[in-house]
């Protein structure tokens, strides 16, 4: 059912999972007033419990409200009912005058409003003193993308690197032996071949997120149909469709390479690392800018295989609104950025090719 799922922890030496983060107790030298700490404490709560926020989402929003419970104290508020519009906003044009990035100054406008509007919701404020904030409108660059033929070309050279004395990639946390010549051609240092490939196909053929890879378990594929059930951003489930490729790659994974890795806390992990944990989004990062590097491609990342993807759909003909289904994106703008990525290309080929360009 969605939203029930429970994952283990992705560590590969399957470690618990780290606490939720809190805000730190104040000190004599803390500026903040206790009360605002308590606030912070139950908005943090509220964050884990209502709105399923990821660990570094929540860390995010608690260092921005931080910042401006901070600012507001040093400027004599002792109360959260003192915070005005007024006190926003001087904090604002200070984060502003700071140099920082308009992506940060969105995103912390952002966390205020979402504070404010909680905290006049249980009682905390009369009214909402960020309601009427504005947000610097954030710069969006074009994604860099990989051609269809180097994409291609990356994924043919996975292809070769099946070979059994194909050289591994480097991954965090695995033993030192794995880094000898033996262990080169060792069963693991193979099976870890063979999930390198499964990762670059898998988010290459759906562009799914890295974490989102991370976190499938075996039950969320259905091989015969080619579906992958995927839950994204906010919890939401959506179905992902992939490619043939991508299955012969899961084939081998599945009969080869996993039953090596894997160990009895395993569980249905459908992605292990060197001690048969769930991968972790950090680990699969590493081993992505890996390939692509071994490649001799631009080392864009999970991110950059899922920009390719959403870009390779645009110049096949699929329309936008499939895109943005596929991609689990709230809003349709974000997946018109792809789009100007296709014209730029396209505007590069007539001025190459086109006798009057």
């Known amino acids: ?21 809190a805000p730190p107790e104040p000190t004599k030298q803390d500026p903040t007033p206790v009360g605002f700490v308590v606030v912070l404490e139950q908005f943090a709560e509220h964050l884990v419990l209502e709105r399923d926020r990821s660990e570094h ?13 901070d600012h507001a104290a040093a400027r004599g508020c002792t109360r959260l009912r003192d915070i005005d519009l007024v006190a926003v906003r001087a904090w604002q044009s200070e984060q502003a005058a700071s140099g920082l990035a308009r992506s940060t100054l969105a995103r912390r406008a952002s966390s205020i409003k979402a504070f404010t509007a909680w905290a006049v919701k249980n009682g905390h404020l009369d009214a909402d003193p960020a309601a009427r904030l504005q947000s610097p409108r954030r710069h969006r660059a074009l994604p860099h993308v990989l051609r269809q033929d180097q994409a291609a070309a990356a994924l043919d050279r996975l292809d070769a ?56 378990d075996i039950e969320d594929i259905d091989q015969r149909s080619r579906i992958v059930r ?51 989004p950090r680990q699969a990062r590493e081993i992505v800018h890996a390939v692509l590097a071994d490649a001799g491609m631009p080392s864009l990342g999970p991110h950059g295989l899922r920009h390719s993807a959403a870009t ?19 809003s349709l703008s974000t997946t018109q950025l792809y789009t100007q990525v296709s014209v730029r290309r396209l505007r590069t080929v007539h001025d190459q090719a086109h006798p009057r360009a």
Request: hydrophobic share 35%; with cysteine; charged share 30%.
């Open 312 to 330: 390779h759909l645009l110049e096949g003909g699929a329309d936008l609104r499939v895109v943005q289904e596929l991609l689990g994106h709230a």
């Open 57 to 69: 989402t929540i860390r995010a929003y608690l260092a921005d409200v931080r910042a401006l419970l």
């Open 161 to 216: 690197h099946a070979d059994p004395h194909a050289e591994p990639h480097a991954e965090p946390h695995a033993d030192n032996a794995a880094h000898d010549d033996d262990a080169r051609q060792s069963p693991r240092a193979e099976a870890m071949r063979r999930r390198d490939r499964l990762i670059v196909e898998v988010l290459y053929s759906t562009g799914i997120r890295v974490s989102e890879l991370c976190g499938l």
């Open 230 to 280: 995927v839950l994204g951003k906010g919890r939401k489930e959506r179905m992902v469709p992939y490619g043939g490729p991508a299955q012969r790659a899961l084939d081998d994974w599945l009969r080869l390479g996993r039953p090596v890795l894997a160990v009895p806390r395993s569980g249905s992990a459908l992605l292990l690392g060197a001690r048969g944990g769930r991968l972790n």
């Open 1 to 21: 059912m969605p939203g029930e799922r429970a994952h283990g922890p992705t560590d590969t030496r399957d470690a618990p999972d780290p606490p939720r983060p």
